[in-house]
């Protein structure tokens, strides 16, 4: 639900590209598809590497989740990736110029990161800087990119959720996570924009170490 939540806040700061992909696909349905149709089939190609890692490995996955040093491991890993961006290149391609199989290695970085540890923004973006995208196009596709990765597991997970005496916490953590998202997202877009996302790297790395010392 804290995950819902913040799927909550990517929809409505997206809501613009989300109601030009919704456009889009209806006029592709017409035959007069466009850039955001484009969008939307890379956003359906790139959702599957995750949904067939998280339906194969689901178990293998959550058993990581009791491994706290594996996972500030992986926070260091994340910090590494991270790190890297500063030398992409400043100038990327834009939407127009998106092949297929960029979307299929951000798909795949997805689904790296259901591994505990590791962001997913923070590496579906970085994949998108290495394969030479547009900084604002890279963060927008992985931003999108959620939407249906956190739906689903959302859909999957909502059974196990007690309507009872947890509700008005599950309420507080949900509202919460919308908030402290919406935040999130203005504030990360921007850094985007500038090609600061390196900076990201010293906390993962600082956090892992700690992480695994005090575990």
Known sequence: MLHFGTLLAVIIYFSKDIWRIIVGTGSALRG????????FLWIVLGTVPAGLAGILFKDWFESLFSKPKWVGGMLILTALVLYLTRYTKKEGRPLERMKWFDSVLIGIAQAVAIIP????????????????????????????????AILGATLLEFKKIDPGHQFWAVLLG???????????????MKMIKLGKIAGFS??????????????
Do not use: H, N, Q, W
């Open 32 to 39: 007069k598809g466009g850039e955001d149709t484009k969008l």
């Open 117 to 148: 540890g590791i962001s997913r923004s923070g590496i579906t973006i970085s994949t998108g800087l290495f394969c030479g995208l547009d900084r604002e196009l890279s963060g927008r596709f992985s931003f999108l990119l959620s939407v249906p």
């Open 202 to 215: 010293y906390y993962c790395c600082g956090f892992g170490v700690v992480m695994i010392i005090l575990t």
């Open 174 to 188: 949900t509202l919460l996570a919308f908030g402290v998202g919406i935040l999130s997202l203005t504030f990360l």
